[in-house]
């Protein structure tokens, strides 16, 4: 960028910064400085190191679409949970504690299925906090997928998933005694940037309707950060009676989702991106009210007739006589009967932290307000840097901010990412890669300014500029 360049946008992002109506929430979080993204030492523990003095400066985080910075808050919960155990033991699953914020350990996962329904757009009898993303996925295919041969049986997904998706679906696929070049069916994209049409998508599901059991699909692609048309993919598959599940790893704390107003018939995610529970941190699934009946009391005869047949647990029983201990399982209506053992409430403490801070600030509404002014402002950034820069790379993801959500992928020259990335580093920039060519970047709404944009760009040229004089371009 030129030298005037750099000065508008810095202003223009100051300005910015100041009328955001949500700006109070970044000092929520514990977002590593430079200094400490230099170091290989750990760090001292105690909560007042993590809050680093004021001249030194924070780094540029735009990584949320992998693993979202810290709230502070969750020290704090943490610290509490852990007291809970120390003073209460077994007391800590049915005792309640005056002045303690947090819930028993047995109303835990209720807790946080209230906290995470608004953030998808379900009731909160259709949400449960539990598993893994993979795990919740294949959950959700045992007990939804029932293949026919004769009938049908294929599971469409697009050609470019993420890895464990498509392994889930190919290793459901054999568990059924199927092959996967029967019954797995690829979308592949016509657009060189992996870009998916929905007419593409709805192609494929006319072209095999009539022997398609289940549609596999992300809400938002990982690789292209593209926000797919949920509600109007999910309306036709239903349309030709395909049961959908979405994989919202990218799409939940990203952009507004209304799973219950769509009619989506089951979804799954992870909660270490956007929702900042932590690395590896506890999944949910949904599970929509349509699916999750339950006609029959656990005394009438053949009761296992009156909901869906699913992998079961005890945790999945009625709260009520879930510690009796008796060996007949009958679920509770609602997604909460899909769960098995009892949670880890080090994870739900954890993601519970975070999701207190959607509440404080506004919801998914206010945040995606922010977030589509935020991606918007880095995209316009990225079209001012000098022409010899803008030549080393492209944005891939879609222009529209209907059809993305935080992220812009970049696809760099070829042999330009390891420097680029080294070279961001050595400036106090975090984003991510994806080999061969593409870098991820993701300004959160919750913590990130319209001067990290600025900085990364500035970063990022520097970076070019390197990079471009070491292979000579």
């Known amino acids: 960028m030129s030298t005037a360049a750099v000065q508008d946008a810095r202003k223009q992002a100051e300005a910015l910064d100041n009328e955001d109506p949500i700006a109070f929430v970044r000092d929520e979080f514990n977002i590593p400085t430079k200094a ?48 809970t155990w120390a003073t209460q ?31 998808v757009g379900a009731d909160v009898s259709e949400v449960a906090v539990m598993q893994t993303l993979t795990a919740n996925i294949h959950l959700l295919m045992s007990a939804f997928y029932r293949p026919d041969i004769n009938g049908r049986h294929k599971i469409i997904l697009e050609n470019k998933a993420f890895p464990s998706d498509h392994f ?7 568990h059924h005694g ?7 069916v690829l979308i592949e994209s016509s657009s060189k940037d992996n870009i998916l049409s929905t007419e593409e998508v709805l192609s494929v599901i006319s072209a095999h309707a ?26 036709f598959a239903h ?26 018939d089951a979804a799954a995610w992870c909660s270490y991106k956007y929702l900042n529970g932590g690395p590896g941190c506890i999944g949910g699934l949904f599970v929509h009210t349509n699916n999750s009946v339950v006609t029959k009391e656990i005394t009438d005869e053949k009761p296992e007739e009156g909901y869906n047949n699913r992998l079961a647990g005890w945790w999945g029983n009625d709260k009520k006589t879930r510690f009796v201990m008796a060996n007949k399982f009958h679920p509770v209506a609602g997604a909460a009967g899909f769960q098995l053992s009892n949670p880890s409430i080090l994870d739900i403490t954890s993601l519970s932290a ?50 993305r959500g935080a992220q812009l992928s970049l696809m760099l020259s070829d042999g330009l990412l390891d420097t680029v990335m080294k070279e961001l580093e050595a ?25 990290d944009c600025v900085l990364f760009v500035e970063a990022f040229s520097a970076a070019l500029e390197v990079a471009a004089k070491q292979h000579a371009l």
């Open 178 to 184: 199927l092959s996967t070049e029967k019954s797995m």
């Open 427 to 451: 400036r106090g920039v975090i984003v991510d890669e994806r080999k061969p060519n593409v870098i991820r970047v993701a300004p959160a709404p919750l913590y990130n300014t319209f001067s």
């Open 36 to 83: 400490q993204i230099a170091s290989s030492r750990l760090a001292d523990s105690h909560p007042a190191a993590l809050s680093a003095p004021e001249d030194d400066a924070k780094c540029i985080y735009l990584c949320g679409n992998s693993l979202g910075v810290q709230p502070q808050r969750t020290v704090t919960r943490l610290n509490q949970y852990l007291t």
């Open 354 to 403: 975070s999701l207190e801070i959607f509440q404080e600030a506004g919801g998914m509404e206010a945040l995606r307000s922010k977030s589509l002014k935020l991606t918007n402002f880095l995209e316009a950034t990225l079209g001012q840097m000098k022409e010899e820069d803008r030549a080393h790379f492209r944005i891939i993801t879609p222009s529209k901010p209907k059809e």
């Open 210 to 235: 009539d022997t398609t059991a289940l549609l596999l699909l992300p809400g938002i692609q990982y690789y292209t950060g593209q926000l797919l048309d949920i509600p109007a993919i999910t309306a």
């Open 239 to 264: 349309k030709h009676g395909i049961f959908v599940i979405w994989d919202l790893a990218h799409a939940v704390g990203n952009v507004p989702l209304y799973l219950h107003d769509w009619g989506v």
């Open 89 to 119: 033991g077994v007391q800590g699953h049915f005792k309640p504690l005056e002045e303690s914020p947090l819930p028993t350990w047995l109303d835990a996962d209720a807790k946080a299925a209230e906290l995470i329904a608004p953030v």
């Open 168 to 174: 889930a679906v190919e290793t459901q696929i054999r």
